[in-house]
């Protein structure tokens, strides 16, 4: 069933300020809430300091949907994001422990390790990693902002060196589901509370793509969950002065204002998700660091929702 509404205006992206980064890394000093985004969040300046220690993995996550290919530095492990997206979308996949133990053990992890990822800069391909190597149980999962590219001046000033990529040392990872503080949802979850008004759906994908305008593989019907609001990842971001395409994820002061002027409040219910799980990932992030309490993240997200002919969608019309 598709419910049609009539064609309204799409709210135009928050404006996203470059005010506060006159150096070359982001300055999220001046939040009150900055200590929060420890939690997910190693900024470059802080990586070589933390590469000094035994039980540090630094991952660079590839993809081919990546603008600009992620560099290795400082002999970092290469992640096929890929491969993860694809086995996370397999029936059971959530519930096949063999399955995940098996990759991250490959990759040098145990769950005691801490693990930096990052990406070329997008951010949301290193996110999915580290969401589901926390969920899965790693200590600390982090990750890189800024990605590869805000790595530069370490690069140019001799603190980090681009290397091969590195060579892992297989080592016994052991599944222990964290399922807190972002909370992972299935597609039943979200169909039994469609139309609950204590319930917040937030869409953080494009416009055009929440309107059901713009359609990407996979998805047959577009649109999105009947309900939701639409508050695209873009406006979670700082661009980055080299690479406009690349970002800085805000600092959580700036995401809860981000957050509060959209109307969201810090104790709503909110089940997040996107078209795949990537950004999505981030979103859920971004609204914790920003002190959001109850984040709920539906990994699987749209392509999962509409796959099901039996799940209804909501369309903006006219498409221009």
């Not at 993809?63 to 400082?74: D, K, R, Y």
């Not at 980090?160 to 979850?189: E, K």
Request: aromatic content about 10%.
């Amino acid at each position: 069933m598709k419910i049609r509404l009539r064609l309204i205006p799409l709210a135009i992206a928050l404006a996203v300020s470059v005010l506060g980064y006159g150096s070359a890394f982001p300055d999220d000093s001046s939040s009150g809430a900055s200590a929060l985004s420890q939690r997910f969040l190693v900024r470059p300046e802080n990586l070589p300091a933390m590469l000094k220690h035994s039980d540090t993995i630094l991952l660079a996550a590839q993809s081919t949907l990546e603008i600009v290919p992620a560099g290795f530095v400082n002999n970092a492990i290469s992640v096929d994001v890929d491969e993860l997206t694809t086995f996370s979308e397999t029936p059971d996949a959530f519930t096949n422990f063999a399955g995940w133990e098996e990759r991250f053990g490959a990759l040098g992890i145990s769950t005691k390790s801490t693990v930096v990822v990052y990406d070329d800069g997008e951010m949301k391909f290193a996110s999915r990693v580290r969401f589901l190597l926390a969920y899965f149980g790693v200590r600390r999962a982090l990750l890189l902002n800024g990605g590869f590219n805000a790595l530069q001046p370490l690069i140019a000033g001799g603190i980090l060196f681009v290397t091969a990529p590195g060579t892992a040392t297989p080592a016994t990872f052991s599944v222990h589901v964290q399922d807190r503080p972002i909370h992972l949802v299935d597609q039943q979850f979200v169909a039994s509370v469609l139309g609950d008004p204590s319930v917040t759906f937030l869409d953080v994908r494009i416009p055009t793509e929440f309107a059901g305008c713009t359609l990407l593989p996979g998805i047959k019907r577009g649109g999105h969950i009947p309900g939701a609001r639409n508050l695209p990842l873009i406006n979670f971001f700082t661009p980055q002065i080299s690479n406009p395409d690349l970002f800085f994820l805000n600092a959580p002061g700036e995401l809860a204002s981000t957050f509060d002027t959209f109307g969201l409040h810090r104790h709503d219910h909110i089940v997040v998700y996107c078209h795949d799980g990537a950004q999505s990932s981030l979103a859920a992030m971004a609204l914790i660091d920003a002190g959001y309490t109850d984040v709920s993240l539906y990994y699987l997200s749209y392509l999962d929702w509409q796959a099901n002919d039996a799940n209804p969608v909501e369309l903006i019309e006219p498409c221009n």
